[in-house]
Structure formats: C-alpha cells, structure tokens
T-cell receptor, first 109, second 114 residues
C-alpha cells in the first residue's frame, strides 16, 4: 500500500463549482498533515495545515479522520486560478514529509 | 513574506561531474531540507539538517550526496559524481520546527545531466 494515496484526476470543473479531493495514508502514527498546491514545474506551496477538528481558510476546508486515516480538501466557488495539482502531505514524526502523487484540478470558464 | 531562495534555477552538467546546489533558507528557520522531483513523479525526501548535522536521510541520499551549511545563511547540496538518473528538480525547504510545523519550499533548481 502506498504511504499517501490520492486520486490522480484530472478533475475538470466549471468556474464556481465545488470540488472535493480525498487522500488516505498508511501510517497510523502520522503526526501532521498538510495540503500543498503545485503549479506546473513550480515548487510546492503550502495551502493549509490540516487539524483533527477540521479547519477552514476562505473557500478551502480541510478535514482529517484519524480513525479512517483519511484527509479531505473541499474547494468552494472554484476560480480559474485554482487550477493546479493538489498534494496531500503527511509527516510521520520528525522531519520527513511524505507526498502523495497529487490530484490535478482544471477549472474551466 | 520571507521566502526560501535557490540558485541556480537551471544547471546543466556532464555525467560524472560534481554539482553544488545552493539555498538560502528563511532567516529565522533552524531546520533545513532537500527534496527532489523527477519529471512526472512525486516529490521525494532526500535529507533533513539541524544544528549542523544530518537528522534524517532517505535511501536516495547515498555516499554521492552531501549537505553543508558553510555559513550563517547558505545551505548546500553537493552531488559528487552525477548520474543520468540524478536529473530532476531539487527543492530546498526550511521550517521553524519539526513534525507539526509546515515546511516552506524554494522555487527549485532544475538539474539536467547529459
């Protein structure tokens, strides 16, 4: 089983749509969780940390279910500028981030 | 907003040559990292560095690789004798703590081995 698993997509959605991404991780001892976005051939940029209670940042909502080892990201009112690859990232403890392969989002006008 | 900077943006090198990739982490960060991303693949951890020593490294980070903090601002990755399969984007990252603290990435160095 992969350490961090994501649906590769692509998700093709119209502007204004709501889209949800899912991610599962294999190591139950994982300590912290993040969503990063990556534009083509650019660096990963932190979108948000994910907390057990769930958290929201504007149009973005992240959820964590430790029992199911499942993380989600919801994007409301999609914009053209949201088009990117969304990376689910897990820290097992210590220094090493483990990246999922990413989910491609394409928002169309 | 403070950022991690990397130089050069693109490095082309003959196989077997040594390369040094440079990074300036965010100034108040104490934890430094290198990752790489082969074209079309996921981002992979190489090494973490704290208090002037390696704290963790992956299987990829073999004897051909080394890291150094030569002064108070720079953090370097050296590949001693490059191979074709070293061609990738190399990202430097830094953080102000471990585990729960997010890591912030530089815009990468594209390394092309001929």
């Amino acid at each position: 089983r992969k350490e961090v698993e994501q649906d590769p997509g692509p998700f093709n959605v119209p502007e204004g749509a709501t889209v949800a991404f899912n991610c599962t991780y294999s190591n139950s001892a994982s300590q912290s969780f993040f969503w990063y976005r990556q534009d083509c051939r650019k660096e990963p940029k932190l979108l948000m940390s994910v907390y057990s209670s769930g958290n929201e940042d504007g149009r973005f909502t992240a959820q964590l279910n430790r029992a199911s080892q499942y993380i989600s990201l919801l994007i409301r009112d999609s914009k053209l500028s949201d088009s990117a690859t969304y990376l689910c990232v897990v820290n097992k403890g210590g220094n090493k981030l483990v990246f999922g392969a990413g989910t491609i989002l394409r928002v169309k006008s | 907003e403070p950022e991690v900077t990397q130089t050069p943006s693109h490095q082309v090198t003959q196989m077997g040559q040594e390369v040094i990739l440079r990074c300036v982490p965010i100034s108040n960060h104490l934890y430094f990292y290198w990752y790489r991303q082969i074209l079309g693949q996921k981002v992979e951890f190489l090494v973490s560095f704290y208090n002037n020593e390696i704290s963790e490294k992956s299987e990829i980070f073999d004897d051909q690789f080394s890291v150094e903090r030569p002064d108070g601002s720079n953090f370097t990755l050296k590949i001693r004798s490059t191979k074709l399969e070293d061609s990738a984007m190399y990202f430097c990252a830094s953080s102000d703590g471990t585990a729960t603290r997010p890591q912030h990435f530089g815009d990468g160095t594209r390394l092309s081995i001929l």
